[in-house]
Each structure stands twice: as C-alpha cells, then as structure tokens.
C-alpha cells in the first residue's frame, strides 16, 4: 500500500491527501482538477481567438502601409479572409499568408488555404494558375535543404495526374513592401519556370536558385544511384 501524504491543492490552496512524497505532477482535489481543466481550455480557446483577431490587424495595417494602395478596395476581400480564420483557426500561419490571400481575393484568383497533398501542406493553391504559392519568412534561410525535399514530394503530387505545377515562394518582404507586384512577379515566375523546364529536360538548371539547386542534386542521385545497377 503507497504511503500517503498531504499536499497542497494547486487551485484552492487548500490540504489534499495524494499518494508519494514527492508526486510528479500537480496535486488537485477532483472537483478542483475539474474546474481547473476546464478554465484552461476556455483560457487556451480565448488566446487562440485573439491570436488570429492581431493576426488579422497587422494584416490590415501591413495593407494600409502600402504605398499607392487604397485599403477600402479590399473590405470584401478583408471580410472574406476574417471570416475563413475565424471558423477555422489553423488556417493562417502568419499575417503575411492573410495579406496574400486577400490581394489574390480581390483580384478574383480562386485561391484554397492550407491545401494538403500527401503529409503537407500548400500555404496557397491557385488551381487555374497551377502555382503551389509558399510564403517564405526570415527562418526560412535556414531550412533550404528540408523545403527543398518538401518541394519535390509536393511537385511530384500535384504533377502526377495533371502537369504544369509549379511551386513558387515569396519572401515576406515582398509582400510588406510592394504588394500590387505580388501577382504579376508570380506569374512571370511561373512563366520562367516552365520556359526554363522546356529547355532543360524537364528541370530548373542549378543557378536558378537555392532551393532548386538542392532539388536538382537530389533529382541527380537518383539518377547515378539507377546508373550504377544498370551499369553492372
């Protein structure tokens, strides 16, 4: 039989009896435990709910800070974006993923958040423009090589049954910056993309970017790593 001790109950302060001197984790009378678990799941729901209500205010004024941009063209978009983060929390990750979408709102672009394909996620799909749309924020330097796999598990997803997919990223100080050159700079990307994919047997050449030079040493392993057993 465990020896018994008495503790000091974490939400009423007053004495319980617990088993163990030393027990590994809070000591609570039931209907305390009670009560405490529930006021920290309404806690936990209220910061998620302004979480996403300063999100979408730093999106607003992200907008208004732009220059040559009238923030009253976008209360539809604004309203329509509002209400999807809302309903569902986990929609947007950022302020920047917001701003985005409303910009691709406005200018009639179907646009679906956080699309899944496979075990990932799509920050924006834009099905009519075949763009797999990422936006990149300062960490994103330090993690070309793992977004480099990811990108290629995804390009070869959404390319498996329907080619001309592309994914393009968008540093967030673009979009802060100069975001009426947001669509135009991503179509003209994807233009270049499939223009340079034409003339380089299906990939992107090493010195187009970071990411695609890891993608392409990737996709080159692969092909020694066949070359070798063919070879024998």
């Given amino acids: 039989m465990n020896k018994q001790y008495i503790h000091e109950c974490w939400y009423c302060n007053e004495l319980v009896v617990k088993d163990g001197h030393y027990p590994r984790s809070r000591s609570f009378h039931e209907e305390c435990e009670e009560l405490y678990l529930k006021e920290k799941e309404e ?11 300063v999100m979408f205010e730093r999106a607003m004024r992200m907008i208004e800070k732009q220059a040559g941009v009238s923030v009253n063209e976008y209360k539809e978009a604004a309203d329509a974006v509002h209400e999807l983060a809302k309903k569902d929390t986990n929609k947007f990750a950022s302020s920047h993923e917001m701003v985005a979408t ?4 406005k200018n009639r672009i179907k646009t679906k958040v956080q699309y899944p394909v ?3 996620r799509v920050d924006l799909l834009l099905p009519d423009l075949k763009i797999a749309l990422e936006i990149d924020g300062h960490l994103h330097r330090f993690r070309i090589g793992k977004d480099s796999d990811r990108d290629v598990e995804i390009m070869n997803k959404l390319n498996e049954n329907d080619r001309g997919w592309e994914i393009i990223r968008v540093p967030t100080k673009e979009i802060e910056e100069n975001l009426n050159n947001l669509i135009p700079s991503v ?5 270049e993309r499939q223009d340079l994919r034409r ?6 050449p090493s010195y187009y970017s970071a990411h695609n030079r890891s993608s392409h040493l990737k996709a080159l392993e692969g092909v020694r790593d066949k070359s070798k057993y063919t070879l024998e």
Wanted: aromatic share 10%; hydrophobic share 30%.
């Fill in 102 to 105: 409303m910009q691709l709102i």
């Fill in 199 to 204: 003339k380089h047997g299906g990939f992107l």
């Fill in 43 to 53: 806690t936990k729901n209220e910061y998620i709910r302004l979480k996403v209500e």
């Fill in 187 to 191: 179509k003209q990307m994807y233009k």
């Fill in 118 to 120: 496979n075990r990932r």
